[in-house]
């Protein structure tokens, strides 16, 4: 008994969780956070667990109110029980949530009232991301996990414990297909992993020809091919406060691999010294592939004047070979930003993009945002909604081009999260909301940024451990 | 558990419990700035042991010169660093950081053991060791070059044992507060703000909080800052010197470290061009000149005034170049008189290249 009343007395008198700081000017400007006011949210989606910033608040009360269901929370911190929200979502699905809040500070009452919009579209339920710290060159404990949305469930598709500590690069899927993925794992015994159709292989995806080994790319829908960039990366640092990291390249070039053939083609039109290629993808219909390309500069001096055009080329997928001429999609030059990271939508009707001042490293970039293209007309649409006044960029569709994720340093500038948007048939998007975490405070505390984050319509079909399998006893397949 | 079984039993396991809990005491006196570095990193002892292993009296030493680093007390730093010469990077690294901080870093200079510039700026890249890289970025904080004391900060994190810390905490949230970046500041404070060790440090640095102490410390440290932009190498840390040299010629801490830089590489047309009399002054740096004046033809009263030769500084080159001239080069009878000069260094220290 006396050990219980310890440990009670010790509970009574834990100090709550401190929320400073917050307001204009921190990370935490909004009075909730995550901020899911006004927000449309899918009708799968976890539940939006969230708390009060307000560091002088009290007694806070929220009632959340659908056609059918009333559920009132109290406290700072508003966690939901998933059977409760599941039914609030079921019960608002194609409507709203409407959402009233209360709470005591500086002796008056604080009300506000606000809505979640339930959409009947659901969103792929998986995502993957790889953590890693913002760091600079090197890298430690890296994983690459999957995390189901419906849910908190989060497991590691790959991580260091299973790889030597060795670099690996982003997970993608192919047009948010689960059983259609790659990724890179670095060093020895490293390769491209290629998971298609659940059986896996290990794929060396270079050839002495070549600048480099394959950097950025996709894969083909039909699955055969994929599309890469070779690029010299060099790293660099911003000598005024607050800029950091810079990335470039000092050269870069376009292949093709041939899953099916084990070989890689290069292109000569795309392999001229004096223009650099870069972040090439696949059109929906695998009928083009759009990439980056900008006239080569000496850097780092000229680095400020780097500005990348949005290109498309034909693609043959019977041959494997690029068509002519290439198509200036978004110009640099007339328009004075840089593209990067162009991506389809699945349905082929839109063309997500990020646009920086200069160069090919955004997520450093605070003034890069997402620009949305309409591939019927060409027209840019009205993205204000969803960027911010930090870097947003490493952006992925889902499956049914309904929804895209993409990370942003919104907030504090310095880690990545992911946020999620809606997109309507006529182009409308909406006010994105964040990953929901079970604890309201897990972003508080996390020091990692969520990499490239990509959404699929279903599980990959490995883990880890599968993965370390193909590390260890797997030799990566040749390609010529 | 009764009976005189269970009465020895007892016994044995309270006199274990005291021998451990006496051991825990004695090694916590013998090895006091372990158990600090463990608090730095947000580790338990158990978990610093499994990291760093078993302390000894080096280890000892380095990292009591890594905390009293951190807390910037100078002259502890400098009273641990010589104790014993380690002849070890991090070691020089941080006799030259206090010294420099005390503003006698060329004074100092050839004392001790120098591992050419690795002494002065640790390197941080894949083969650096993780205690290197939690290190490296005491100097650049210290300079006032953020961008690299920043990236310092957050790959020690990276590489600390639990990824996290206070150490590298408080730092990214000051480099932050230097800047005038609130917003990523505020993410380390209310880590900080949650840590009962780290509370106080925190509150004291929130807006509206800040003493007209800790005013004036952010605003020397933004007066050393860069103000042009220019995008380097992570590796250039001449240029980055430069960069901050630029920014004002009378930050003599980073004068000083670009001086020492150019004359551990033995770069004296490096050395020659960023030397400023105006601005700093030293016996090392009247002895690399006369190197170059020599060797460049350039021995004359006009030069000896601009680069303020003193006579005896003349007197004695005169008498090391005839001594060496005399032995074919050799160090034998330079060793005693000479051994602390620069024309020493110059002359016979060689390169390790296995390290």
Known sequence: ?480 | MKGKGGRILLAVLAAAALAAGLSQCVFLVRHPYFRKLAAQNGISLREARKAWGKPDKVSEQIMGMVVEADRENWPKVSELAAERDLKSEIGTYYYNLANAMQGRLPDRLMDYYQPFERGLFLPVGPSSTPFQIACAGDVWFALGYMPLAERDAMLGLLFSPAHTGPRYLRRLAETNLVIGDFEAASKYLRILLNSRSDRQWAQERLPGHWSPEYQLRIAEKRNLMPQFDLVHGMDQTQLALRVLLTANATNKTALDYLLCYDLLTKDLDAFVADFNPAYTASRLYEEAILIFLAAKGGMNEENFVHYHIAPQTFQDFNRFVSIYKRDDGAARNLTAEFGKSYWYYFYFAAKNEKK
């Open chain 1, 1 to 480: 008994m006396p050990l219980l009343m310890l440990v009670l007395l010790t509970l009574a008198c834990a100090r709550p969780y401190d929320v400073q700081p917050a307001g204009v000017g921190t990370d935490r400007p909004e009075p909730v956070f995550p901020d899911y006011r006004d927000v449309t949210i899918p009708c799968n989606i976890a539940p939006l667990n969230f708390y009060y910033t307000d560091p002088d608040g009290s007694r806070f009360t929220t009632t959340f109110t659908s056609s059918s269901v009333t559920v009132t929370r109290k406290g700072r911190d508003v966690v939901w029980k998933e059977k409760t929200w599941k039914q609030m979502l079921a019960a608002a699905a194609g409507s709203d949530i409407e959402v009233a809040s209360s709470y005591r500070a500086a002796g008056e009452t604080v009300r506000q009232t606000w809505t979640i919009h339930v959409s009947a579209d659901p969103i792929d339920p998986y995502l993957t991301y790889r953590l890693i710290e913002p760091g600079f060159e090197v890298w430690d404990d890296l994983e690459i996990q999957e995390r189901n949305l419906e849910n908190f469930d989060t497991r590691n598709i790959a991580d260091w414990r299973h790889a030597g500590n060795h670099c690996m690069n982003c997970h993608i899927h192919a047009q948010g297909r689960g059983d259609l993925s790659m990724f890179y794992l670095r060093g020895a015994g490293g390769g491209a992993i290629l998971n298609r159709g659940g059986k896996l292989r290990k794929l060396a995806l270079n050839d002495t020809t070549m600048i480099s080994p394959t950097v950025y790319g996709e894969i083909h829908p039909a699955g055969r091919y994929g599309v890469f960039s070779n690029n010299i990366i060099i790293p660099a640092i911003h000598a005024a406060g607050g800029l950091r990291m810079e990335v470039f390249d000092r050269n870069s070039d376009l292949c093709v691999a041939d899953f099916d053939e084990n070989r890689l083609y290069a292109f000569p039109e795309t392999a001229r010294e004096d223009v650099m290629e870069t972040f090439p993808v696949f059109s929906a219909d695998g009928r083009y592939i759009y990439y980056c390309a900008a006239p080569y500069l000496h850097l780092p001096a000229d680095l400020d004047r780097m500005m990348y055009a949005l290109v498309r080329v034909p693609f043959d997928a019977e041959t494997g070979t690029l068509g002519a001429p290439a198509d200036t999609v978004w110009s640099a030059a007339q328009r004075g930003k840089s593209v990067c990271h162009p991506k389809a939508s699945p349905d082929g009707r839109w063309l997500l993009f990020t646009l920086a001042d200069y160069g090919t490293f955004p997520i450093n970039h605070r003034e890069c945002d997402l620009c949305l293209m309409d591939l019927a007309t060409g027209e840019i649409l009205d993205m204000s909604v969803v960027n911010s006044d930090k870097s947003d960029t490493y952006h992925s569709w889902s499956s049914d081009a309904r929804w895209f994720v993409f990370a942003s340093k919104r907030g504090d500038g310095l880690y990545g999260k992911p946020w999620f948007s809606h997109v309507s048939p006529d182009g409308t998007v909406t006010r994105p909301f964040l990953l929901p975490q079970k604890n309201p405070h897990f972003y508080d505390t996390m020091l990692r940024s969520f990499n490239v984050p990509d959404l699929g319509n279903a599980p990959v079909g490995f883990d880890a451990e599968v993965i370390e399998t193909l590390w260890k006893d797997v030799a990566a397949e040749p390609f010529e």
